[in-house]
């Protein structure tokens, strides 16, 4: 493939002869490929099993020990996964915007991604009699561990395996990953997808026979991603334009092949339901400046697409994407903050070739999250913008880019390890210690226990409940839900409990809410009656019934 004797090649791979000079290494692209074939299968089967064993007892003893926590979005991808598990398809019945006129019992195509919704109902087939949010976090943490995993052998054949191991240890550690390791949400999945379609893409570099296969491979990962988070394109994006550059455009159509081939049958149900192959609920994101103006304050505001929000509130989105980038930038600086130093150290042509895509791909990610203004950033959703880096980190310690320092590289990346993997120690120790304040009971925790009883008590399985958190009703109640918005005018609450078929309102929340308020109008009056109110401030719960019987 590349030409010259099978001894030259493998010199010139870095298996046999004096060790290459790391520059010229990289200037050709061919540094540390082949690294896989310096130690026997058994070998490199014992170093996966080892990182994936370690990945796995670290979040193992926050999943037993530490109280779960559940978000929105978690609650979601639980109830789509409920519904695959009753054999009811693809469904979600938690509404939780204003964004369409979808009913609340809907398709999950367009709305939700769901990989790992299927992914945890596959798991409670197989443990039917065990809790539903156990088997969820169980299903997060083999995925992350996973991840781990594909993360050593992306490294390693990159790096070394000296680099490549201790970065993907300080993966293993690093406190977000162990933090949302045990969360129901789907970010590890996507994480194991992200890091495996780059594991395909740097086989190009190889000469085994299953590299030829290894573009399409790619897309088909790459199609996964995109069923598991809806930025997946983003790394598909990355992929194509390595392949472009570097003149391989043979691989880069197999790439698009593989992609459009599993993601053929989800653009036609896409289009047959909203008329497009490319419709997402996500644009939202785009059409408001908080996600607010679209949940509970979202009620008949008017429906632009991005281009005319955009167009017509440039400031303030400009304000938006600038403090997004800067709130970005402090967390992946944060996760890198005792490896930062080492930038300095970056030996020339460090992100060539293969490695620039791990970096060209840690960089769109970063981009894309950072012009979602929208949302509620987390650092979750940064986990490939600060940990494909590290490997980069690390070599420059080991290998310095000034001769001066070369002979203390050993020394160097010592340092650094030690360093990082100590700041996130601390950093787990302190969010385990955390995890049990956020955990404790609240004053609502009574309030959801009461209200699925009562629902469960007074209402049909399938009774459409309206409730400003919708998320909890129908956890607890397994009801289908929608948010109840803060109506701005009382002419508002019979069209939207009609349009949603809304029987039950449950706010938690006291009487001086301002949903409950607007209910206590003549109009409101006219269309719910209050039927439970036990709202005290230790206990904020009201229930409402709707005056019809049939809507």
Not at 60 to 88: C, M, Q, W
Not at 243 to 266: E, H, N, Q
Not at 469 to 498: D, T
Request: glycine letters at 6%; aromatic letters at 10%.
């Amino acid at each position: 493939m590349y030409g010259g004797s099978r001894l030259q090649r493998g010199k010139a791979n870095g298996l046999g002869g004096p060790p290459m000079n790391v520059e010229n290494s990289l200037e050709n692209g061919k540094a540390n490929i082949g690294i896989f074939r310096s130690l026997p299968w058994w070998a490199i089967l014992l170093a996966g099993l080892f990182v994936f064993l370690l990945s796995a007892g670290i979040r193992l003893f926050p999943l037993l020990t530490a109280p779960p926590k559940v978000s929105p979005d978690a609650l979601e991808y639980l109830n789509i996964a409920r519904h695959l598990d009753r054999g009811e398809g693809l469904v979600i019945s938690i509404k939780a915007h204003m964004f369409d006129q979808e009913p609340v019992v809907r398709s999950t195509i367009g709305d939700r991604c769901f990989l790992y919704p299927a992914a945890v109902a596959a798991g409670l087939l197989l443990f039917p009699k065990s809790d539903d949010l156990l088997v969820a976090r169980s299903v997060n943490l083999i995925f992350s561990s996973l991840a781990v995993t594909v993360s050593l052998f992306l490294f390693a054949g990159l790096f070394g395996w000296r680099v490549g191991g201790l970065a993907a240890i300080l993966v293993a550690v690093n406190p977000t990953m162990v933090k949302n390791g045990i969360e129901p949400l789907s970010d590890q999945l996507f994480l194991l997808l992200a890091l495996s379609a780059l594991l395909l893409y740097t086989a190009q570099d190889t000469e085994h026979t299953l590299a030829r296969w290894s573009p399409a491979a790619a897309g088909v990962v790459c199609a996964l991603a995109q069923l598991t988070r809806p930025v997946g394109v983003v790394l598909l994006a990355v992929l194509l334009v390595g392949y472009l550059l570097r003149k391989r455009r043979r691989a880069a159509g197999w790439m698009m092949l593989g992609f459009l081939i599993v993601m053929s049958p989800y653009f036609w149900a896409n289009w047959r339901q909203h008329g497009s192959p490319f419709y997402s609920v996500s644009a939202y994101n785009y059409t408001v400046g908080h996600y607010r103006e679209g949940t509970w304050y979202g009620l008949d505001r008017e429906q632009l697409s991005p281009w005319q929000f955009v167009s017509r509130n440039h400031q303030r989105v400009l304000k938006l994407v600038e403090r997004k980038f800067v709130d970005n930038s402090k967390v992946v600086l944060n996760q890198l903050e005792p490896l930062l130093l080492f930038v300095l150290l970056l030996p020339r042509g460090a992100f060539r070739n293969s490695r620039g895509a791990l970096i060209g791909y840690a960089s769109l990610n970063f981009i894309a999250y950072s012009l979602s203004w929208a949302p509620v950033g987390a650092p979750r959703f940064l986990l490939p913008s600060y940990l494909l880096p590290i490997p980069f980190l690390l070599e420059a310690a080991a290998r310095p880019r000034w001769m001066r320092l070369r002979k203390a590289g050993s020394f160097l990346l010592a340092t650094a390890f030690v360093l990082a993997a100590g700041n996130s120690l601390v950093q787990d120790a302190v969010s385990y210690s955390r995890s049990f304040a956020a955990g404790k009971p609240t004053r609502f925790t009574e309030a959801y226990q009461q209200a699925a009883l009562w629902l469960e008590r007074e209402t049909a399985p399938n009774e459409i409940v309206a409730s400003n958190n919708p998320w909890e009703v129908n956890y607890r109640s397994n009801r289908p839900a929608v948010i109840c918005p803060v109506f701005s005018k009382e002419e508002q609450i019979g069209p939207f409990l009609k349009r949603h078929e809304v029987r039950t309102v449950i706010l938690f929340a006291t009487s001086q809410d301002p949903r409950a308020e607007m209910l206590t109008t003549p109009a409101g009056r006219e269309e719910v009656r209050l039927v439970s109110d036990a709202a005290t401030d230790d206990l904020p719960l009201l229930i409402y019934r709707t005056t019809h019987e049939s809507r």
